[in-house]
């Protein structure tokens, strides 16, 4: 894990602003970013250089549109756990990696343990393979889904707006 922002690595408003343009698209040349963000292509080089050593980026993806590959049913899902050990937390949690079409899981408070993002073929599909499996895992006590009718906001851009403020 890479540690957090210090003093010696303050974000300028050109680092900002290189992150941002590559939120929205990663596949853009070093020429085209500088275009952006007004530096040379070998000033963004170096600059994405150092994000990248201090771990602000992650990794480049390509994201797929999920609907033109089959992909057309989307549930949230709300799984609660029988007990709150660790070993079953700790089962749920290695066996969810192992279901592809759960794209994330997150452990959560409130009146489920988890929340899954999960995206299948049709209604059978998640019903028979994804909501089966899942009610087979070890520790399972009861799933609730939702099944998305229309993606009103979707992004994987974050927020960058706190990072130019002062003090």
Same mark, same amino acid.
């Given at each position: 894990?890479?540690? =957090?922002? *210090?003093?010696?690595?303050?974000?300028?408003?050109?680092?900002?602003?290189? /992150?941002?343009?590559?939120?929205?698209?990663?596949?853009?040349?070093?020429?085209?970013?500088?275009?952006?963000?007004?530096?040379?292509? +070998?000033?963004?080089? %170096?600059?994405?250089? %150092?994000? =990248?050593?201090?771990?602000? !980026?992650?990794?480049?993806?390509?994201?797929?549109?999920?609907?033109? @590959?089959?992909?057309?049913?989307?549930? !949230?899902?709300?799984?609660? /756990?029988?007990?709150?050990?660790?070993?079953?937390?700790?089962?749920?949690?290695?066996?969810?990696?192992?279901?592809?079409?759960?794209? =994330?899981?997150?452990?959560?408070?409130? =009146?489920?343990?988890? !929340?899954?993002? !999960?995206?299948?073929?049709? @209604?059978?599909?998640?019903?028979?393979?994804?909501?089966?499996?899942? *009610?087979?895992?070890?520790?399972?006590? #009861?799933?609730?889904?939702?099944?998305?009718?229309?993606?009103?906001? +979707? *992004? *994987?851009?974050?927020?960058?707006? #706190? /990072?130019?403020?002062?003090?």
């Amino acid at each position: 894990m890479k540690p =957090e922002l *210090t003093q010696d690595s303050v974000l300028d408003k050109y680092d900002i602003s290189l /992150l941002a343009a590559l939120q929205r698209d990663a596949h853009a040349t070093n020429q085209q970013l500088g275009d952006v963000v007004y530096l040379s292509a +070998s000033q963004v080089s %170096r600059r994405i250089q %150092r994000l =990248e050593a201090l771990g602000l !980026i992650d990794r480049y993806v390509a994201l797929l549109n999920p609907a033109r @590959l089959g992909l057309g049913v989307r549930a !949230i899902s709300y799984v609660t /756990l029988s007990h709150h050990g660790d070993e079953e937390g700790s089962s749920f949690q290695r066996d969810i990696l192992t279901i592809p079409e759960v794209l =994330e899981c997150f452990a959560v408070t409130g =009146e489920s343990d988890y !929340i899954l993002n !999960i995206f299948a073929a049709s @209604l059978n599909d998640l019903s028979e393979s994804v909501l089966k499996r899942l *009610t087979r895992l070890k520790g399972v006590s #009861h799933i609730r889904s939702n099944i998305v009718l229309q993606s009103v906001k +979707s *992004t *994987t851009e974050l927020p960058l707006s #706190h /990072l130019s403020k002062s003090g």
